[in-house]
């Protein structure tokens, strides 16, 4: 217990001595050891490094996680070491509610079709989403809270010890000026008028007290200063293995950017996937052809194919004409070759492609965004289609994809 007493009565002297040369520090009224020029970069590179990762992060797991309510959960079950329960993707909550949608309404009503082709698309991209967010969390997020939870605290932890050793040294210096001041004017040169002996006996005494404590003050800056340079190398060291933080983190924002990358080439891959099924799916609703997005192409009226029984098939596309003094007779279907359909005399417009357009058959002619071709109508022709010329190629396409030009 008297252990323990002293050495809680030293630690507050300690503290008290570097609480009063802080103090008059910012006052102005002690001196102040400097860091070099270049021990100064160290520490403000390192505070940037700092500030930054932890403004990178914070904003990672919003873009991860955008409900705050499960990050604080997320939070809470790391600190208490347990495992974060598995959390539905609201990709794949939306697909469970349209394939039970579709279910009430009728899996077989073309909205019933619809809903489940979009659900289960809706899925898969929910688990993508699942991956990249595994992904990033494990190759991105995990370097980064290492950083400010491991190697930053040590690096905090250092410099505040490195503080501490240079107020104690400049408290030794203050105290050492101090004493030298003291011992200066004690050994001046007495006054030989004074009658009192006692007074120069007094002055040596003092003389000699004063000359022991400029010993000690001496002593006890030498090992300020040895404790000082000791913490300033340990922290010099730790602060330029920010060097190697930085290339660390650079390779895992390479990582992040190519599960990023794979993420959203996936999530394209599978919309531009459900849209070819949508246009597929009798009774599709296709937009107008200002739409932000390549809406999905009606499904094309039916190839018939003519020839010999043992020769190829050979795509055509049918044509419906107006049979005169029969208004309310089914019209009869005319089958033609591409090649055999020519331009009518008038009526042919220029129009620039909206969207890419991936050719189903050989009666269609594929589109690429921001081309220009010439398009026109045949009688009969299904309204939602119109025959596409670009040079010598010649095929069906799609309106929703054209912005027609006068």
Known sequence: MDFNMKKLASDAGVFFTRAVQFTEEKFGQAEKTELDAHFENLMARADCTKNWTEKILRQTE????????ARV???????????????????????????????????????????????ETERRLGGV?????????????????????????????????????RLDLDACKARLKKAKAAEAKAAAVPDFNETRPRNYILSASASALWSDEVE??????????????????????????????????????????????????QCYQYMLDLQKQLGRLPGTFVGNSESTSPPPATASPTTIATGAATGPAVPIIPVVPTVIGAPNSAPAVEALNPSDVKPPASGTRKARVLYDYEASDSTELSLLSDEMITVYSLPGMDPDWLIGERGNQKGKVPVTYLELLS
């Open 216 to 265: 000690k003050a001496e002593h006890e800056l030498r090992m300020a200063q040895t404790e000082f340079d000791r913490q300033a190398e340990v922290t010099r060291l730790l602060l330029e293995g920010i060097s190697s933080t930085h290339v660390n983190h650079l390779r895992c924002l390479h990582e992040f950017a190519e599960a990023q990358a794979t993420y959203y080439a």
């Open 129 to 165: 989403e699942r991956d990249f967010i595994h992904s990033a969390s494990i190759n991105f997020l995990s370097p980064l809270r290492n950083f400010l939870e491991g190697d930053w605290r040590t690096i905090s932890k250092e410099r505040r010890i490195l503080q501490n050793r």
């Open 73 to 119: 959960e997320e939070f809470l079950y790391e600190k208490l070491d347990r495992k974060v329960p598995s959390r539905v993707t609201n990709g794949e909550l939306l697909a469970q509610y349209m394939i039970e949608a579709a279910n009430d309404f009728g899996p077989n009503s073309p909205y019933g079709k619809t809903l489940i082709k979009v659900g």
């Open 62 to 69: 919003v873009l991860l996680q955008p409900n705050p309510s």
